[in-house]
């Protein structure tokens, strides 16, 4: 069965520290994984997208990582800011490109404080 | 920035009355969905549409819910009768491509309360 599970479920850290959020996928054939953040109120933005051959992609403060082989995401966040505080949600699509399927995780809810 | 629009933003209703949403897609997108999301489940997918065809709706309880695109730029959602079970925030996203190498652009929701 397909699935994408997230952890931890949320998280509290305060501003300026680093953080890592986890995404481990049962998911076949692998097409690609993709983060998204979604503030509060608002609808999701897409962050970063890892294909099977990319180990690491950083996009500012953010950086993702995947290894393929234990079917592992991880989302590293840098010197933290407020504004940072929203869900993240781990995406991996599946199948091939005429008739994939996309499975998202129930996200990881992300406080900073001052 | 191109945008997708959802009204209305919030909606209160009563048990039983019919309730629509709408959404405008991105202009150019030629695949729209349809997305529940509760504080339990995450983000559900209802119905997805490509080229306004609809092409996997089996996210949708059939008795109550329907999902149609009238022209390319408009989608609605409708829900009659509705129930307390349905209240929930629904997001309309559309996109270039639906599997996923592209990614979606997401509305803001439309935040139901059914009373």
């Known amino acids: 069965k397909n699935q994408v599970e997230q952890s931890p479920q949320s998280l509290i850290i305060l501003e300026g520290k680093n953080c890592t959020l986890q995404?481990?996928?049962?998911?076949?054939?692998?097409?690609?994984l993709r983060w998204y953040k979604q503030d509060t109120g608002r609808g999701p933005v897409s962050l970063t997208i890892?294909?099977?051959?990319?180990n690491t992609k950083s996009n500012g403060r953010y950086t993702a990582t995947l290894d393929a082989d234990t079917k592992q995401s991880s989302l590293h966040i840098t010197a933290s800011q407020l504004s940072d505080s929203a869900s993240y949600i781990c995406?991996?699509?599946?199948?091939?490109?005429?008739?994939?399927?996309?499975?998202f995780g129930s996200g990881t809810r992300l406080s900073i404080r001052p | 920035d191109a945008r997708v629009t959802q009204t209305p933003r919030h909606k209160v209703t009563e048990m039983g009355q019919e309730v629509t949403m709408r959404c405008q897609p991105i202009?150019?997108?030629?695949?729209v969905f349809w997305y529940r999301q509760t504080m339990m489940q995450g983000l559900e997918l209802l119905a997805y549409?490509?080229?306004?065809?609809?092409?996997?709706d089996s996210g949708m309880p059939k008795d109550r819910f329907s999902a149609e695109m009238p022209d390319a730029t408009l989608a609605t959602l409708k829900i009659q009768p509705s129930e307390p079970r349905d209240s929930a925030v629904y997001f309309c996203?559309?996109?270039?491509?639906?599997?996923?190498?592209?990614?979606?652009?997401f509305g803001d929701g439309t935040r139901l309360s059914i009373l």
């Open positions: 996203a559309s996109g270039l491509t639906g599997t996923g190498d592209q990614p979606q652009h």
């Open positions: 995404c481990n996928y049962t998911v076949s054939p692998f097409s690609n």
């Open positions: 890892m294909t099977f051959s990319e």
């Open positions: 995406v991996v699509s599946a199948g091939y490109s005429s008739a994939s399927k996309i499975i």
């Open positions: 202009l150019g997108h030629n695949t």
């Open positions: 549409f490509r080229n306004r065809a609809p092409l996997d």
